[in-house]
């Protein structure tokens, strides 16, 4: 019998789809991820391509299990990221060796310990040297701030700034977590002017002293 699969992108298209034009403000839900942390240029860092690695394979793995097991398929999310650095800066500059990332791909809710294990287990098979690094975790992100951005992940920078930079303090919001990226796009078919990416900031309305 087939199996009616989910996309939760086509379920929350404000938080997927937002518009080009302008910034979008939004509150996003808890939602359940696969993660791993790691430093430096994802560009060149080997630890970076092996986090992404495992996270896709443990992820397909998932879908499968969830598909088999529990008679529920769906959609794997796209890559998403949260990046970091002591210096904000390093972000408009792109100072790359400076960042520091979490990698993560959603997971449904109905996804149980089981079915994470024979995801685990299905996917230590291969040479995963991330794999040990892979957790599950909830991710509360709330009130926040987005847009899309067409074009390569080096040309972000203006959008960036002007989203810290302008959007923020006209309006009164102040960052409340990392910057947060979701590629809709994969970069080895999609040519770098046509990469699609959610830019998105979590944030909170500034109090008076």
């Known amino acids: 019998m087939d199996v009616d699969k989910i996309d939760f992108r086509a379920e929350r298209k404000d938080l997927y789809s937002p518009t080009a034009k302008d910034f979008s403000v939004v509150d996003v839900p808890v939602f359940h991820f696969a993660m791993i942390e790691g430093h430096g240029d994802p560009n060149t860092s080997p630890e970076y391509a092996s986090a992404v690695e495992a996270l896709y394979s443990v992820s397909y793995a998932a ?3 969830s598909k088999l097991e529990l008679g529920r398929d769906y959609v794997v999310g796209p ?9 904000l800066s390093a972000f408009t500059s792109r ?9 993560m791909i959603r997971q449904p809710d109905w996804i149980t310990g089981q079915i994470r294990d024979l995801a685990v287990a299905k996917a230590s098979t291969k040479t995963l040297p991330a794999l040990e690094l892979l957790r599950f975790e909830s991710f509360a992100e709330g009130l926040s701030v987005q847009i ?8 972000e920078a203006p959008t960036i700034a002007r989203l810290h930079d302008e959007f923020l303090p006209a309006r009164g919001y102040i960052e409340t977590g990392p910057h947060h990226e979701i590629y809709l796009s994969d970069p080895r078919r999609v040519a770098p002017a046509k990469l699609k990416t959610i830019l998105r900031q979590p944030v909170a309305l500034k109090r008076d002293a």
């Open 63 to 65: 879908k499968f299990a």
């Open 79 to 87: 890559l998403e990221g949260l990046w970091s650095a002591d210096d």
């Open 95 to 103: 100072s790359k060796s400076d960042w520091s990332w979490t990698m």
């Open 148 to 155: 899309l951005h067409v074009g390569s992940y080096d040309g």
